[in-house]
C-alpha cells in the first residue's frame, strides 16, 4: 500500500490509521503480509513535488511469485519526459536518510533508516 504526503483529497493519516491498526492485531507478522510506503512530496496517487513515478506492482508481484519483499522501492521525479531525482520509498515507518555526502537527487545517497 502507498498514500502521499502531500495528498490534499485524503489525509494521509487514514492509511497511517490503518497500517497500524494490522500491526495491532497481527504483529509480529504484519510486515510479512502487508507493507506501507508513504511517498513525500506526492499528491492524491501521483504528482507533486517530488519522486512519484514508481512500479509498485513489479515489487508486488516479485514478493508474491518470488517471496521476495521489497525492502525499498525505487521512485523518480520525471520532469519533461527527464528523470531529475531518484529516492528509495521505505517500508513505514522507515525514513530515506541522506548520507551526508552524495547528491540528494539520487537514490544511492539515501538509505532506508527507523525514525529518530
Do not use: K
Not at 489525509?11 to 502487508?34: Q, V
Not at 530515506?96 to 552524495?102: E, F, I, L, P, V
Amino acid at each position: 500500500m502507498y498514500h502521499g504526503w502531500a495528498d490534499a483529497a485524503l489525509t494521509p493519516l487514514m492509511s497511517i490509521d490503518l497500517y497500524e491498526r494490522a500491526l495491532a492485531a497481527n504483529r509480529p507478522d504484519t510486515p510479512g503480509f502487508f507493507r506501507f510506503y508513504m511517498v513525500p512530496g506526492m499528491f492524491h496517487c501521483r504528482g507533486g513535488y517530488s519522486t512519484d513515478s514508481f512500479d509498485g506492482m513489479s515489487a508486488l508481484v516479485e514478493w508474491v511469485e518470488n517471496g521476495t519483499a521489497p525492502d525499498s522501492i525505487p521512485a523518480a521525479r520525471v520532469e519533461g519526459g527527464r528523470v531529475t531525482r531518484t529516492r528509495p520509498l521505505c517500508p513505514y515507518p522507515a525514513l530515506a536518510t541522506h548520507d551526508g555526502q552524495g547528491s540528494p537527487d539520487e537514490a544511492a545517497s539515501f538509505a532506508c533508516r527507523p525514525p529518530g
